[in-house]
């Protein structure tokens, strides 16, 4: 029986539109951005300042603390300065970022070979392959962008037997890792080596979908030629298998436990880009200075999948595809049911941006407006975390947080939006879900806010009553002692008095 | 105006929803009419105008927009399904009323479509048929009487006038009839659930088994409701000495069993909506539905079952929603 996603749903992928045309090299843009945050955690910090001169893959920004990532230069290049420019952030609001002019002839550098027989790399020791990775500021290319060197480091310190590359182009659309596999699957295998051996995981599967059958053909002729220890799994497109969650119950058939890890069930899950890239820095000692994009959709004169160096303006990227049709009329990061509208074009290629998806009115003509919710429970067939997507929808709209948190379990929602997209009624449910979980995070901050002021509060109110009860007891002290000398005084004068007294008798 | 993801063109929407139940309905209708004649038409064109007319009010009441709403088909719906539960001859008020009381009190009161608890079409019906049993009983036999033509139907609907061979409209559906009758029920098609109802039901179960094939309604619902008939029906075959009950197909062919089946369990908004719980709540009508009839006052019980069981869908929903993933 093959292993498949019970729910989610069946979509058109448009596999084969940004599949045509080969793999690409965006040529080197004379400014390159890039932001100190592009990955899960603590900014990176530069290391560099402005006029300083850096050559290819030199470090310009180092991780700071233990969850970030390092920065490398993507090519000889002069630092400009550390500015704040518009990032890929849904805030919309700009970011911090390192700000280089690219040399008079900077070019990308030889390309590494791409044909590589896995099975020869050399293999270096676990913690070497973790140090390695963490110094070539890799994080997961799948859109993610959680730093590798720490998944790794969780992986170690628990029993990991299933290492899950994912080879799913997770969303529409997007072809990233599709072309990866379909012209350099050495590298992504040799990749899946050195990760199995940091883990010393017991296996390692290759999961695929089946609606790229060029890509499916090639990886097996490859495993076979190469005798592989990667199990091929292909499983039948359906979305989102390629969510973490979701594809390890698929492979394993086991549950990640709600607000626990992947390890908790001795599994680690990494993108296809993201193996390639640990060869790319094990092997060829090669920071992550670039990665494969998806520049794809109806609004695009040539979609393809272009490698670009982190930096280049998404402008760029667009001019290298043959440019905007005219009906173009919006930009996303990433894909069509879970991308990240983009304000403009001027934002640089970070580590995260897996796809370009550029719209036009065409792909959504059918929408209408919001109609009231009939309660056919299509939301619930499909949703890939199970959750009772109506229940929540009426708690959240009558404000009732709490209780989509607690009995309904909120906090669990993928936001795949595949409810979204079966509802007959229209309702943009996954945004009404990814609003109500802010609010809950929003609320939890406002508490532990009210709370501290609380404490700052009663800790005032009873150093302002220490300080009273001391100062009172200081004046009964004082007041005692001079009571005391006093008396004591009275008592000598009363003494003196009686003896002088006692004299003139 | 950044526009985010999801951009997609939906593929499902509620008036395509409810245009196929209208479609799915049709090849029942034209049989209905082919039998007894223009009663069925000459009532859905009344009460779909008379549902609409409501609709429209009752948006309007609302403050909500009503050339949106309207277009949802939603009242025309209920109303047709309400009509098919009606004696064809019904007088024009009673339609009316029953109408009323689906698409203003049971849906709009209740906070319109998708808020309602009950099933608009089967308040409209228990209403008629607590209130004026003797009319709701006077269906048309197929034997021994001519079936009006389409002045004589207008006559009686809306003149209140009675046609002399009519006068004794038969008073009896076929399931009150064997229920009293000790003859046992031939197994043939045309006298096992009274004659032409077979072709009807079919009629019923070609247009739901449509509508399960498009994912319009969830095929849980007919499926448990039927089991559950047919199961309680073999029960009945063996334990009882009723020559009537003898063949339990006529349970499943006679009455109202394929239509409430595939056509009125199925409304989702009343319905219970986690598949663990359609089953069940499919099994309940079909349970209570076979007691009435067997042991009720009332010669078909599906109205009251369906009604005592979108009481429970709410607790059936809670009690049954499914364990999120990774939760124990």
């Known amino acids: ?505 | 105006m950044v526009r985010h993801a999801p951009v997609y063109a939906p593929d499902a929407a509620v008036s395509m929803t409810m245009r196929r139940v209208l479609l799915a309905l049709s090849p029942g209708i034209v049989v209905y009419t082919g039998f007894f004649g223009w009663g069925l038409p000459v009532q859905l064109a009344l009460a779909t105008v008379a549902a609409l007319g409501f609709e429209a009010v009752m948006l309007k009441l609302r403050g909500r927009p009503v050339a949106v709403h309207i277009g949802d088909y939603s009242a025309v719906v209920a109303a047709w399904l309400l009509v098919i539960c009606l004696p064809p001859l019904l007088p024009w008020w009673m339609t009316l009323l029953a109408v009323f009381f689906a698409v203003v009190i049971a849906k709009h009161l209740y906070g319109g479509l998708g808020y309602n608890p009950f099933n608009p079409a089967m308040v409209g019906y228990a209403v008629l048929l607590v209130s004026f049993p003797r009319e709701m009983t006077q269906w048309i036999p197929l034997e021994g009487y001519v079936i009006p033509g389409f002045g004589e139907t207008l006559a009686v609907i809306f003149g209140g006038s009675v046609v002399s061979h009519l006068d004794g409209l038969s008073t009896a559906t076929p399931l009150d009839h064997f229920k009293h009758s000790s003859s046992a029920a031939p197994a043939i098609m045309g006298t096992l659930a009274g004659k032409g109802w077979e072709w009807i039901s079919l009629c019923w179960l070609v247009g739901g088994l449509w509508l399960a094939y498009t994912r319009t309604l969830d095929w849980r619902i007919p499926l448990s409701l039927l089991l559950t008939v047919g199961l309680f029906a073999v029960g009945l075959a063996l334990g009882s000495n009723n020559p009537a009950w003898q063949n339990p197909l006529f349970h499943l062919l006679s009455g109202g069993t394929l239509f409430a089946a595939f056509f009125i369990a199925t409304d989702p908004v009343t319905a219970s909506t986690t598949q663990a719980g359609r089953w069940l709540y499919a099994a309940g009508i079909g349970l209570l539905a076979m007691v009435i009839r067997v042991w009720g006052g009332y010669p078909d019980g599906f109205a009251f079952a369906v009604l005592l069981m979108n009481l429970s869908a709410p607790m059936i929903d809670y009690l049954t929603s499914p364990r999120a993933y990774g939760h124990k």
């Open chain 1, 1 to 505: 029986m093959t292993a498949m996603l019970t729910s989610g749903i069946v979509v058109n992928g448009y596999r084969d539109m940004a599949t045509r045309l080969p793999v690409a090299r965006v040529p080197v843009c004379s400014e390159l951005v890039l932001p100190l945050q592009q990955h899960i955690g603590t900014p990176a910090e530069p290391v560099v300042g402005s006029g300083d001169r850096v050559v290819r893959g030199q470090l310009i920004a180092r991780a700071r603390g233990f969850v970030s990532a390092g920065l490398h230069a993507p090519v000889n290049a002069v630092v400009l300065g550390i500015e704040c420019r518009p990032v890929p952030h849904p805030s919309g609001l700009n970011g911090l970022c390192l700000v280089l002019a690219a040399e008079d002839g900077a070019d990308w550098g030889s390309a590494g070979p791409e044909v590589v027989d896995p099975n020869s790399i050399a293999i270096p020791e676990p913690d070497i392959i973790r140090m390695m990775v963490r110094q070539a500021g890799i994080v997961g290319l799948g859109g993610a962008t959680f730093p590798t060197s720490v998944k790794i480091k969780s992986g170690m310190s628990q029993p990991v037997d299933t290492l899950i590359i994912n080879g799913c182009d997770c969303e529409p659309w997007i072809s990233c890792d599709e072309m990866l596999l379909r012209e350099r699957p050495g590298q992504v295998l040799a990749g899946c080596h050195l990760l199995r051996q940091s883990l010393a995981a017991d296996r390692c599967v290759l999961a695929v979908e089946d609606d790229a059958p060029e890509m499916v053909a090639g990886l097996q002729q490859v495993i076979a030629d190469c005798n592989s220890p990667v199990r091929l799994e292909v499983l039948p497109a359906r979305y989102p298998s390629g969510s973490e969650k979701q594809l390890i119950h698929i492979i394993t058939g086991k549950e990640v436990p709600s607000q626990g890890l992947p390890v908790d069930v001795g599994a680690a899950v990494y993108n296809a880009g993201t193996a390639a890239a640990v060869y790319q820095a094990v092997v060829h000692e090669v920071p992550l200075i670039s990665r494969l994009v998806s520049v794809s959709g109806p609004g695009i004169g040539r979609p393809r999948v272009v490698e670009a160096l982190l930096g280049t303006p998404v402008s760029e990227l667009l001019r290298f595809c043959g440019g905007r049709t005219a009906d173009a009329n919006g930009l996303i990061m990433g894909g069509a049911m879970m991308g990240l509208g983009l304000a403009s074009d001027e934002i640089p290629v970070t580590k995260g941006m897996n796809s370009i998806l550029v719209t036009t009115p065409a792909m959504s003509q059918d929408a209408q407006g919001e109609m009231p919710c009939i309660r056919c429970g299509e939301c619930a067939r499909v949703c890939p975390a199970r959750l009772a997507p109506q229940q929540l929808l009426s708690l959240i709209r009558n404000g009732d947080l709490e209780q989509a948190q607690q009995r309904w379990a909120l906090e669990d929602c993928i936001e795949c939006g595949c409810c979204n997209a079966v509802c007959p009624s229209h309702i943009p449910l996954a945004g009404y879900y990814r609003y109500a979980k802010g609010e809950i995070r929003k609320q939890g901050k406002a508490r532990v806010k009210a709370q501290q002021a609380r404490q700052r509060y009663e800790f005032r109110m009873e150093r302002i009553e220490r300080a009273k009860r001391e100062r009172e007891e200081k004046l009964r002290k004082k007041k005692e002692a001079l009571q005391a000398a006093n008396k004591a005084r009275a008592r000598a004068a009363m003494a003196e008095e009686a003896r002088s007294f006692e004299d003139e008798m």
